[in-house]
């Protein structure tokens, strides 16, 4: 087992290079830059700005450069936001961003698991077509149009949460942002828990137990449960990672002190440092997670080995 996460490890590596490259020649090769306003800067003030940020460089010395400084630690400077690196602003927004995903990850995973147990079990009954039809919606609708809608009926109208913002301590500002997280997550995991569940309570061991007068719960704890965890861990792994990029929008949308403030504003202003920065960390949770989810493969079906 250490050997398969050790060559996982070790394959991420050129993962990550392949993925700063692409990103750093995209950013660079699209026009425009972080630097254009609507103003245009005396020719001297730009020509200073480009010599500080080596953007005076040829573009090969540039990548040379950043390569340098990310094996070092260093994500560069921010060129929008003045006296900040992008690892301080990282270090600033992400504690939030990671509450805020993995708080309706365990939401939404627990809701999923109960809503998708219920439906097996009642299979081609009612609470099964409630449910099935209940965690379509999450899924039809982004979670943005969801945000806004959230914010109309329970901010505006009946003003029970607030509609965004947050303060040390306002948890009641948190409480539609996780939801409206949690939900189309939560879906997911329902419908896999279903599928996966109906198929655990067909096979000929449940019958066994069954036929030796276990009850249904019983039989869910021993024998059903855990290998109908199989699919739905298989999606734990992005799930998340989608929870935590997925979260830079509903931040926008509440106003919150997460890591999408600074992403979305350094995507539309070209701040390179910044979006490469974010891009890079987000690369390495989501390499990080699927080999979390690879290693709890062994644990749930003895017969995956890694070999």
Not at 11 to 22: D, G, H, N, S
Not at 252 to 257: D, N
Request: net charge positive.
């Amino acid at each position: 087992m250490f050997g398969y996460a050790l060559r996982r490890v070790l394959t991420a590596i050129p993962i990550i290079l392949i993925t700063i490259t692409v990103c750093f020649f995209i950013l660079r090769l699209a026009p425009g830059g972080p630097f254009d306003g609507e103003r245009a800067l005396p020719p001297d003030v730009m020509k200073n700005l480009r010599a500080h940020y080596n953007l005076d460089q040829p573009l090969y010395m540039q990548f040379l450069f950043y390569i340098g400084g990310v094996l070092r630690g260093d994500f560069g400077p921010s060129m929008v936001m003045e006296d900040f690196s992008v690892s301080r602003l990282i270090s600033i927004g992400l504690p939030f961003t990671l509450m805020l995903g993995f708080s309706a990850f365990i939401v939404g995973t627990l809701a999923g698991l109960v809503a998708g147990a219920i439906a097996a079990v009642n299979q081609n009954k009612w609470p099964d077509y409630l449910l099935v039809f209940v965690v379509l919606i999450p899924i039809i609708i982004p979670n943005f149009l969801m945000a806004n809608l959230a914010q109309l009926v329970f901010g505006v109208y009946l003003r029970w949460l607030p509609v965004g913002g947050y303060q040390p301590g306002a948890f009641l500002n948190l409480v539609m942002p996780i939801i409206i997280l949690a939900l189309p997550h939560g879906a997911r995991v329902a419908r896999l828990t279903r599928g996966s569940m109906i198929e655990v309570l067909g096979t000929n061991y449940v019958r066994t137990a069954r036929s030796k007068g276990l009850g249904t719960r019983l039989i869910l704890a021993r024998h059903a449960v855990k290998p109908a965890l199989i699919p739905v861990v298989s999606y734990l792994g992005p799930g998340l990672s989608y929870l935590l990029t997925g979260s830079l929008v509903v931040e926008q949308v509440f106003a919150l002190p997460g890591i999408g403030k600074y992403f979305i504003t350094a995507a539309l202003n070209r701040d390179y440092g910044l979006v490469l920065g974010t891009t890079i960390l987000y690369v390495f949770i989501i390499l990080a997670l699927n080999l979390i989810v690879d290693i709890l493969y062994a644990w749930l079906d003895p017969k995956v080995r890694y070999r």
